[in-house]
């Protein structure tokens, strides 16, 4: 078995997908931010969100999914779809779950959490002069589905 | 207590640092890409970075922390003067440390969490192929200097 | 009727367009940046660009068709596959019209918007120093055609 | 008279701002989005905003007043040190102010306007198929202070 | 004969590609970075890469043939479906060649030779401190397959 | 002797410059386009510009210079003060010479060299349907002045 990004010599490169035909591809990922209760009473308020803090976070998660091959280096321009970004919330956490859908030779794994991802900092960014200790965690793929390697979840 | 990113009616804005003075500024996060073992012999080998793996992922945190007032809504820009990435292995898990140093009327937490987060998001995409249940973990500020706040030590 | 960028809790995200087959589209969109007459005399003489103030302008709106994506937080990205901008003087305007041309599920109006929009800002920014009273108006949708919604002209 | 950014030749240059001292500016825009009644019915309610469009807007201006060097050709990267976006509503417009502010050799004009503009076409985005006629109008610069042109209101 | 990428007037413009159908297309470009005998010995041993130095390059070289569109003005954005940079050595020169792929309605060429390009620049970076004289020569189109102007060779 | 850009160990970091003061500093780049007599009277006649030609490449590599962090991983972020790009031809070549300021703690030799190579590129874009042989050649620093390493003339 061998990384699929690296060739024989250890050389990094952009995988080729020019022979595999573009399929209907989704892909839900995770990720949770734990912080103290005090600080998540500040941005949600009885299961709703008070303030622009919640939709700081999702708006910033839809545009980095977009902004993904930019980001990551060996990771493929694509034409998204669709994005969608819930939060569910414990009394001391916000869960974030991004979906991301295209139709393409490869997949939106990495949109959907590169989604989450920048989502979590924003909702950190806004809380870290109240909560510095907050700590994204558990940011993961759900499920993906289309593609070769077809239907996963977690 | 309030957020300071959003007004009393709510509303997000970029906080005004018009009035702090520049100051040297420094802070360090970290974050864990936990894997299979087997995924990890891939990587890295008695303790020796194979291939070009790491260094691509050194590479994304670098250019990811220059991204971070792109990627933060609320983020201000930032002249950084140093970003440094070191990663240190466990038999099943790489740890990303981050650190990023500025002078500026603010600080760099968020520079230095997006480097780990993007560093891991980009481990995870040349890995994922081989274990795709790999998750990204515990990233958090380790420590910053500097400001009025102080310094602060997790 | 309800906004289709966000559900019915007001949430915003990213129309999912995956069901829809790519068609060829064109938007046409134009707005006017009005200028005293003295300025508009230092840009145009004639009916003739005098120096690279128009072509700075024109190369600016035609670049910010390509980065919409990254400027509108909910807008898909497109292939383009065309753009062009032209600009119409009166003795005291400059009215910029673009067109913006694509195969895809949908539509670029918002490309053709944001071309104008940035050629008009980057004219404004030229002239600034010696006309800082410049107004940029009637920014508009001029025509589009193809998808469901059909041809439109105002 | 000339503009500043062309030299003799007519050719485009970044004016040379190197020999000005930093010192603090601010900028305030506005700009109006003229719509139906019953459009602006689906995003405000009695002065309130429903749901996310006028915070998706709000995110999307502070995002552009920081790309501002990225989009408009001739204009200097700057270290923004606020940027604050509010809306006013008739019955038939929101308006659309932002205020930017800096310590910098040269004035944020253009990142305000900029921010108007963008939080503009991001309200459009919204709207537009429900509202296909909106026009953005009136983006102009109210108000600036700092440097040595002076205090200038519109 | 005229210039494709301007009107009869002079005035730049995004080619119109939307009738032409996408095909597979691929592009190779090559340049080449000469300096001192000694400098390179600090980047490669025995045909081997000593540390990061060429990762680097070879990472930024890949992304930026992704950020092709938005460097070069008239540039379609495209899918790029892979691509590979290699290094040559001679005794006191580092050639870099640049293969990128697409499926299209328009060539890859500028993204190859924006890959070379970058990936040159970056190393030069990183050398600049002990051999400020190096040069970047002979950035050039290799060979390109695809399209209605077929093959090329050069 | 050793690379300053990668530690003892080869790990590529962004070299830290918070101790050193900001200065002026200046750098001028050049580099030349080689293309057939006949194309180079597409471009200038007697010496002029015909058409958006040279501006499209001015424009792109002002913007370049400004992208150059963005582009070359380990470069810092600049506050570029001046941009300023000349064009040069002989019967057969355009030579692009571009002049770059700050005042910062590090120098801005590989923004000249950016603007350079962009424009480059893109006057290369222009021409390629009717020269594709043509040949982008000697990038190289001309000129440093500013920092500790003093003046440099090439």
Redesign the interface.
């Given at each position: 078995?061998?990384?699929?990004?690296?060739n024989e010599?250890?050389?990094?490169?952009?995988?080729?997908?020019?022979e595999k035909p573009p399929t209907?591809r989704k892909a839900t990922a995770s990720?949770v931010v734990r912080m103290q209760k005090?600080t998540l009473d500040?941005?949600v308020q009885g299961g709703l969100a008070?303030?622009?803090?919640l939709?700081?976070a999702?708006?910033?998660g839809?545009?980095?999914?977009?902004?993904t091959?930019?980001?990551?280096?060996?990771?493929?321009?694509?034409?998204?779809?669709?994005?969608?970004?819930?939060f569910a919330t414990t009394e001391n956490s916000v869960k974030i779950i991004a979906t991301v859908?295209?139709?393409?030779?490869t997949g939106v794994?990495?949109e959907a959490?590169?989604a989450v991802?920048?989502a979590?900092?924003?909702l950190?960014?806004?809380?870290?002069?109240?909560d510095?200790?907050?700590?994204?965690?558990?940011?993961?793929?759900e499920e993906?589905s289309g593609g070769k390697s077809g239907h996963?979840v977690?």
């Open positions: 078995m061998a990384l699929t990004h690296v010599k250890g050389e990094a490169h952009m995988v080729d997908v020019g209907k990720g005090s500040l941005i008070k303030g622009d803090a939709a700081v999702r708006v910033s839809i545009m980095a999914a977009k902004k091959p930019d980001l990551i280096p060996l990771c493929h321009p694509l034409p998204i779809s669709s994005v969608k970004i819930d859908a295209t139709t393409a030779p794994e990495m959490l590169t991802s920048v979590a900092l924003s950190y960014d806004m809380i870290k002069a109240v510095r200790s907050a700590i994204i965690e558990q940011i993961l793929l993906k996963y977690r």
